[in-house]
């Protein structure tokens, strides 16, 4: 979008926030594809008419050159003659730059000179003067400025904690799917249950409440988000997702990437957190929302780069590797059959979430058929290791590292990361057996 535009809409958006009726338009920007559904959708849930609103004037911003003339024809088809007129006459006025302020220059006091003279014996010559004692000007040392009382400085863990004494602390919910209609060109996930039944057992250990549904259509991933979201959790301390699936690419204007259910369709991760946001479930506001994708971020393989011996720790290769995603071309035939990889998803920025991915974005997560994920199995031992002493943000960069040193083949690699959008340090409670 031109910069004049962007402008006008961001000094208009009060009046279209007050005044601007998105349901009237949504399907004229639907079908000129300024937005796609997944992105209507989103400003749907985003809450009231205000906040979609609100909500659609933002995104209007990232939709290209075409999204401005657009708008304004939607307004005008949908009877919004008023706001459309606004905008038309609403010339964006530059915003000025202030100007560098220069730093004063104030000199310092003087009393006379800065050494006292006297004359020496036979003239006057002002060569021969002798210094006789420096005079009493107030020049500070570097021994005189460590004197100096300085106000401290704050402690690094001066960060507080989330409160985290409910019993049980939360809702766990985990979303395994593993079997996947014929039609939808997935392959069955095998060893996706043992990642399911490692984590039900962790988060109960965790002392969360843990649901585990197996198998779900989109339509049926959308349900159990929104039946979690109606939940009063006003009793729990915080919430917890967890989806083992194949996964893709996807549109997006934020975060990138989807889950599939086992009908094929999927659901973008972007829309998955935002069930959980402090709009939609008011009873989890302020409380942390803690989301984990085992699922591809796309077809693409990681090989890898060459570092020294030093930087890493020497892994036999794994055999028995899959990925969770649709095969992006012939090359994946050269992999065993139980080589699959696991997709990519997207997620909104809410106060209070992390948002934890199996891989980077594009790139194929890797499933051992025998013994569960790389992702899953780590991150079940760096908790099982470390929940009681290191809190969630920690583990998670060893979860990386442990990741990122292990080879499928003794070729291909893979890299988990997170977006973490929490404000306090987050310790799970770990029950004593």
């Not at 915003?95 to 006057?124: A, T």
């Not at 106000?151 to 019993?167: F, H, L, T, V, W």
């Not at 929104?226 to 549109?251: F, N, P």
């Not at 499933?367 to 760096?382: A, H, I, P, Q």
């Amino acid at each position: 979008m031109e910069r004049r535009h962007k402008e006008i809409l961001r000094q208009k958006r009060r009046d279209l926030v007050l005044s601007l009726n998105p349901s009237d338009v949504y399907d004229g920007l639907l079908s000129r594809g300024i937005f796609t559904d997944d992105m209507i959708d989103e400003i749907k849930i985003s809450g009231p008419r205000r906040s979609q609103a609100r909500q659609l004037v933002r995104d209007l911003e990232t939709r290209g050159s075409l999204a401005f003339p657009a708008f304004l024809e939607c307004l005008r088809e949908t009877g919004q003659h008023s706001l459309a007129e606004l905008l038309e006459s609403g010339d964006a006025v530059p915003v000025p730059v202030p100007l560098p302020v220069q730093p004063s220059i104030i000199p310092l006091p003087v009393s006379g000179n800065l050494f006292d003279f006297k004359k020496p014996e036979g003239g006057d010559d002002p060569k021969k003067l002798i210094p006789l004692k420096p005079n009493t000007l107030p020049i500070a040392s570097i021994e005189d400025e460590t004197k100096i009382p300085r106000s401290p400085r704050p402690r690094s863990d001066s960060i507080q904690s989330y409160k985290m004494e409910a019993s049980p602390c939360g809702v766990c919910l985990i979303i395994n799917n593993v079997e996947f209609d014929s039609g939808s060109e997935l392959k069955n996930r095998l060893g996706s249950d043992i990642d399911s039944e490692k984590l039900e057992r962790r988060f109960r250990s965790l002392n969360f409440c843990v649901l585990v549904k197996r198998n779900l259509k989109c339509k049926h991933i959308r349900h159990e988000l929104a039946t979690l979201a109606k939940m009063d959790h006003s009793v729990y301390d915080c919430c917890v997702v967890v989806i083992l699936s194949h996964g893709t690419e996807a549109s997006h204007n934020r975060f990138p990437g989807a889950v599939h259910g086992v009908d094929g369709l999927s659901v973008p991760v972007q829309i998955i957190t935002n069930y959980l946001n402090g709009q939609n479930c008011p009873s989890l506001q302020g409380k942390p929302k803690v989301f984990f994708i085992q699922a591809c971020g796309g077809g693409e393989t990681d090989t890898g780069f060459e570092v020294s011996p030093d930087e890493v720790q020497h892994t036999s290769p794994r055999l028995d590797e899959q990925v969770d995603a649709i095969p992006a071309s012939s090359s994946s035939d050269s992999l065993s059959l139980s080589d699959e990889p696991d997709a990519r998803a997207t997620l909104p920025t809410p106060s209070d979430i992390l948002v934890s991915y199996s891989t980077f974005p594009g790139y194929v997560s890797w499933r051992d058929t025998n013994n569960g994920s790389w992702y899953v199995e780590t991150l079940d031992r760096v908790l099982e290791n470390n929940a009681d002493t290191d809190d969630l943000a920690t583990m998670l960069m060893m979860v990386n590292n442990e990741v990122s040193q292990i080879s499928a083949k003794g070729l291909y690699k893979q890299m988990p990361g997170s977006f973490n959008f929490l404000r306090k340090l987050f310790y799970f409670q770990v029950l004593k057996t």
